[in-house]
């Protein structure tokens, strides 16, 4: 079982609507972050958070640190939101990432 | 916040050269991380350079395969060795945030291909 579990792996929607992917860890963490990956390749950071809620424009991201579960919510989704969207834990006690599997995001116009 | 620039952004190689990737952050920090991206996988830990010491290694992976070096705090690369189709794969760098605050920083990686 990876320490770091995303779900859904794939998951395909119509432009505007509200999107969730969901991320459970098992492993102690310090922070949890959120990732994109174009299909080029290069990865960028949405966020880092250790409790509670942060918002970026249209990204929400939530961590709820005793059931060890977090989520990425998408508001009004756009067809540049299409991406894999990596769920990663920092290592308690040390600051390298564990990785969950991603969800490839696709928004359909 | 630190911008990572990696080169080269993609090579093809043969079997059995080796390929080296170089890492740059414009500003400078303690510890550099390199991982690697296999075909349709997520990313795992190849080591860790810290500056003034030798790497650290993950499980499965290897000083003789994967060389590293860091000179100083804004430079590091990783060289793949004796490459082999099997790794075949996007390599990235990676830096920790500097503050509880702030962000893990990536490089745009290197895609190679061994053929």
């Known amino acids: 079982k990876n320490e770091v579990e995303q779900s859904p792996q794939n998951l395909t929607a119509q432009e505007g609507e509200f999107i969730t992917i969901n991320c459970s860890y098992s492993v102690g963490i310090s922070a949890l972050h959120w990732l994109q990956q174009h299909p080029g390749g290069g990865i960028v950071s949405l966020f880092m958070l250790s409790s509670g809620k942060k918002k970026h424009g249209r990204l929400i991201a939530t961590i709820n640190i005793q059931e060890k579960h977090s989520s990425l919510h998408i508001t009004a989704s756009h067809p540049r939101d299409s991406a894999v969207y990596i769920c990663?834990?920092?290592?308690?006690?040390?600051?390298?990432?564990?990785f969950g599997q991603g969800t490839r995001l696709t928004i359909n116009p | 916040s630190a911008v990572i620039s990696q080169k080269p952004s993609r090579d093809i190689c043969q079997r059995g050269t080796s390929l080296t990737i170089q890492c740059q952050v414009d500003s400078q920090v303690t510890m550099m991380f390199w991982y690697r991206q296999q075909p349709g996988q997520s990313l795992t830990l190849i080591a860790t350079a810290n500056q003034g010491s030798e790497a650290t290694y993950e499980s499965g992976f290897v000083i003789d395969k994967f060389p590293i070096s860091r000179p100083n705090l804004t430079f590091s690369t990783l060289t793949v060795s004796n490459m082999s189709p099997e790794d075949s794969s996007i390599y990235l760098c990676?830096?920790?945030?500097?503050?509880?605050?702030?962000?893990?920083?990536f490089g745009p990686g290197t895609r190679l291909t061994v053929l």
């Open positions: 990663a834990a920092t290592d308690q006690g040390a600051q390298k990432l564990v």
């Open positions: 990676s830096v920790p945030p500097a503050a509880s605050t702030d962000t893990q920083y």
